[in-house]
């Protein structure tokens, strides 16, 4: 990919300015030389291309220039390691114009204050603070890594449909596996064997479950009975590290009816409202709103709810039955860009933050972009212990029927996601198709 | 497990003490919400059997009481997460005699210093320094847990043999999988899918490669050829999180000849020195030298070295073929205690850690106790870089012929690990058998 490029872009953004890139360290897991599998800092990973620890990368917009630091591989590395490039080759691998040794980077900051990111890692954290004391990270900054990644090229975009390919592989391998009597571990266990198989890896811990009510359900317990509905969101990595996120509800016998059947109407008909509302210029938050719309009028049509919709619309009713964003950001991490600050990238002055429970928990607010990639993910639940909070609180008391609410509770949630690419007048959906529509459904399930 | 009963046996070592165990917080991987898979602080498991994130235990080792911190699930949690047991049930599960919220713990921390233990994680370095300022690890503690924690109970043992279990699944389907013109990364792709399928995960990150002379070889390509030798070095863990660590070195062919064959020879003879040395009592740095000693005198054999042995291993004449330790704890954690400090778990005032290079990597070198189980990896590797460094170091020019040497190499590297169990008067290999001998290996990769 081209990195410099990226780091063009971005000098054209900020020009006249000084920026420091942190590359990750190793992240421990038991003692000090055991470690998670190695996970690059997204941005640092965009502009240089470089997925090692311990590197950093300063560009001085007004020249131009870059400067890599990094680590020259000694004896030691290359009897644990092996023979690695020379920094010089790394250099130039990220299109660098000069590099130096990592331990060089307190005297060339000196006296200079860099713009710098949010650290999500206390590593980083501790990190800056040594180069750098108590310095903020710059909203500019920000803005402009933001700006540039939030639009994905082409290249990204072939990761992505990797990653979607290996989904995909994911989702019919579950639906094949998927009937009465199966324990709900062992086919978790199976479903790991082919992620394993595509040569990726999960891209975030998977949700397989019967209780889709509960919105990251992690743990795999219980047997399946007919029913269930099964709740599936998984996603796996391509080869560069971007990620799927893809959810699939079923019904454990195969096929659709009853309650199950109508809260996967409502859902599927929620999700097609967002796919023919985006395109360049519409609000995410808008989308959202619509969508939870949509979600209360399938409940009103089953006579859970009733009353003045766009006034309950606007109170947060459908944070009962749909308490979270309708989608994210997706690119090298499932949510793009959540480590730089949520409402410095997903919302701006205009577009600000709802404090109403449910779109509250929207990622991101602002108007579409051509290019964009996000996930598109509508959901239904039943959800024992909130329905009963919101009955306690009293506020939509003749809206909801309590009554006939808390009988639904026990058919668990439904939720259809896909990963959708705004184009220059509409969307669509990136990846192979993965089946949908309940007739694909049923008979990837036969 | 007895958790009660650990911390009991810890208050009879360091009685009339004020003892704070830290759990971990969860680990960020991309953003804040985005983490690895939690892995608990083995010290806190141990002593509690509490699998969360955010959890503390403090311990009056004078009255024998226990409070446990932690937090409450809110409705959040609830809707997010599903149903939790609450604190109550948890401090139940740990045997605690009281608990309280996480948050309260720097109101009960204060005007004390409870002894505490080395933070391997910046978080919980972080944490430590939020709690109680600058304060040093206690010695005096980590010497008491160590001696815990370093022999293992029949059900440590029992989670053990099943990591072993499934080890044996996961060499088996490799030597099956194995043979000229494989792509490497398929058949280790292959054995990602066998891990899944235990329902274990990779107990550290697997060394699958025809270049078994990198000692750490993570990633794996290339193809494999007749002539090679395929280093495999792979565990898995058991339910309860415990590692098992076994290597098995292969002739791609499936046959074993010519200079592969001797060098297997030689580890595998070193390995059985070893297993017979073995009981409560021996040095275990003794067992590293006599094992050192014993590859040495297999090279002589072949005419790769030669003269006064004891004298040149003495000087560490072996740490060029054998630059690692002959093996390490484990138990919970794969390098067990190491991130108590090394030189405090494996090394006393009397058994101190060498500075010639080989031995000064070894991870423990004290006398052995019953029920300690530890691995036994000697090897053997020709490591051209290191060979030419020793060569141009001219310590050991007349004892080294560094021309047949330098001919060796490309040979690669031969590895033999398994996990024992020290016993009442001599050794016993943990788990199912795994083939071993040359006819065993040749067997299962006909």
Same mark, same amino acid.
């Given at each position: 990919?081209?990195?410099?490029?990226?780091?063009?872009?971005?000098?054209?953004?900020?020009?006249?300015?000084?920026?420091? !890139?942190?590359?990750?360290?190793?992240?421990?897991?038991?003692?000090?030389? =055991?470690?998670?599998?190695?996970?690059?800092?997204?941005?640092?990973?965009?502009?240089?291309?470089?997925?090692?620890?311990?590197?950093?990368?300063?560009?001085?917009?007004?020249?131009? %220039?870059?400067?890599?630091?990094?680590?020259?591989?000694?004896?030691?590395?290359? /009897?644990?390691?092996?023979?690695?490039?020379? *920094?010089?080759?790394?250099?130039?691998?990220?299109?660098?114009?000069?590099?130096?040794?990592?331990?060089?980077?307190?005297?060339?900051?000196?006296?200079?204050?860099?713009?710098?990111?949010?650290?999500?890692?206390?590593?980083?954290?501790?990190?800056?603070?040594?180069? *750098?004391?108590?310095?903020?990270?710059?909203?500019?900054?920000?803005?402009?890594?933001?700006?540039?990644?939030?639009?994905?090229? %082409?290249?990204?975009?072939?990761?992505?449909?990797?990653?979607?390919?290996?989904?995909?592989r994911l989702h019919a391998a579950a639906m094949a596996a998927i009937s009465p009597g199966c324990e709900v571990a062992a086919v978790a266990r199976h479903l790991g064997e082919v992620v394993a198989g595509t040569?990726?890896?999960w891209?975030?811990p998977v949700i397989f479950t019967t209780h889709g009510?509960? !919105?990251?359900q992690f743990g795999q317990t219980g047997r399946m009975e007919a029913g269930d509905l099964l709740l599936h969101d998984g996603?796996?990595?391509?080869?560069?590290?971007?990620?799927?996120?893809?959810?699939r509800t079923m019904p454990v016998t195969g096929?659709?009816?009853?309650?199950?059947?109508?809260?996967?109407?409502? /859902?599927?008909?929620?999700?097609?409202?967002?796919?023919?509302?985006?395109?360049?210029?519409?609000?995410?938050? =808008?989308?959202?709103?619509?969508?939870?719309?949509?979600?209360?009028?399938?409940?009103?049509?089953?006579?859970?709810?009733?009353? =003045?919709?766009?006034?309950?619309?606007?109170?947060?009713?459908?944070?009962?039955?749909?308490?979270?964003?309708?989608?994210?950001?997706?690119?090298?991490?499932?949510?793009?860009?959540?480590?730089?600050?949520?409402?410095?990238?997903?919302?701006?002055?205009?577009?600000?933050?709802?404090?109403?429970?449910?779109?509250?928990?929207?990622?991101?607010?602002?108007?579409?972009?051509?290019?964009?990639?996000?996930?598109?993910?509508?959901?239904?639940?039943?959800?024992?212990?909130?329905?009963?909070?919101?009955?306690?609180?009293?506020?939509?008391?003749?809206?909801?029927?309590? %009554?006939? !609410?808390?009988?639904? /509770?026990?058919?668990?949630?439904?939720?259809?996601? =896909?990963?959708?690419?705004?184009?220059?007048?509409?969307?669509?959906?990136?990846?192979?198709?993965?089946?949908?529509?309940?007739?694909?459904?049923?008979?990837a399930m036969?």
């Amino acid at each position: 990919m081209d990195h410099r490029g990226r780091r063009s872009r971005l000098a054209q953004l900020l020009p006249d300015s000084l920026v420091l !890139l942190l590359g990750h360290t190793a992240t421990v897991r038991d003692h000090p030389a =055991d470690h998670h599998p190695f996970r690059q800092d997204a941005t640092f990973l965009y502009f240089t291309g470089l997925d090692e620890p311990d590197a950093a990368l300063l560009v001085d917009t007004a020249s131009g %220039e870059s400067t890599l630091f990094g680590v020259e591989p000694d004896l030691e590395d290359i /009897v644990w390691h092996g023979p690695r490039p020379p *920094l010089a080759e790394r250099a130039a691998t990220a299109g660098a114009d000069s590099y130096r040794s990592a331990s060089d980077l307190p005297s060339a900051l000196a006296g200079r204050t860099p713009l710098t990111l949010p650290a999500p890692r206390p590593s980083q954290r501790d990190q800056l603070q040594d180069l *750098l004391g108590d310095v903020a990270p710059s909203h500019d900054l920000i803005r402009a890594v933001a700006q540039l990644r939030e639009v994905k090229d %082409e290249e990204e975009i072939a990761e992505i449909d990797q990653a979607l390919e290996r989904a995909r592989r994911l989702h019919a391998a579950a639906m094949a596996a998927i009937s009465p009597g199966c324990e709900v571990a062992a086919v978790a266990r199976h479903l790991g064997e082919v992620v394993a198989g595509t040569g990726g890896e999960w891209a975030y811990p998977v949700i397989f479950t019967t209780h889709g009510e509960v !919105l990251h359900q992690f743990g795999q317990t219980g047997r399946m009975e007919a029913g269930d509905l099964l709740l599936h969101d998984g996603g796996v990595t391509s080869d560069g590290g971007y990620a799927s996120d893809v959810t699939r509800t079923m019904p454990v016998t195969g096929t659709f009816d009853g309650r199950a059947e109508a809260l996967y109407d409502i /859902v599927f008909d929620a999700q097609a409202l967002a796919l023919a509302m985006m395109r360049p210029g519409v609000a995410w938050r =808008d989308v959202h709103h619509a969508v939870g719309r949509k979600i209360l009028e399938g409940f009103a049509d089953l006579g859970l709810c009733g009353g =003045d919709l766009d006034a309950a619309a606007e109170d947060g009713a459908y944070g009962l039955v749909f308490p979270h964003g309708v989608g994210h950001l997706l690119g090298i991490e499932v949510h793009d860009m959540e480590g730089l600050g949520e409402d410095l990238v997903g919302y701006d002055a205009e577009f600000v933050r709802s404090d109403v429970f449910g779109p509250s928990n929207l990622r991101f607010g602002k108007p579409l972009r051509e290019g964009m990639v996000i996930t598109v993910e509508p959901g239904a639940y039943l959800i024992g212990p909130l329905i009963e909070r919101f009955r306690a609180d009293g506020d939509f008391d003749g809206f909801w029927d309590w %009554e006939r !609410l808390e009988d639904w /509770v026990g058919v668990g949630g439904v939720r259809i996601e =896909d990963v959708v690419r705004v184009t220059v007048d509409g969307a669509e959906v990136l990846g192979p198709p993965i089946p949908r529509t309940k007739p694909e459904v049923e008979e990837a399930m036969a």
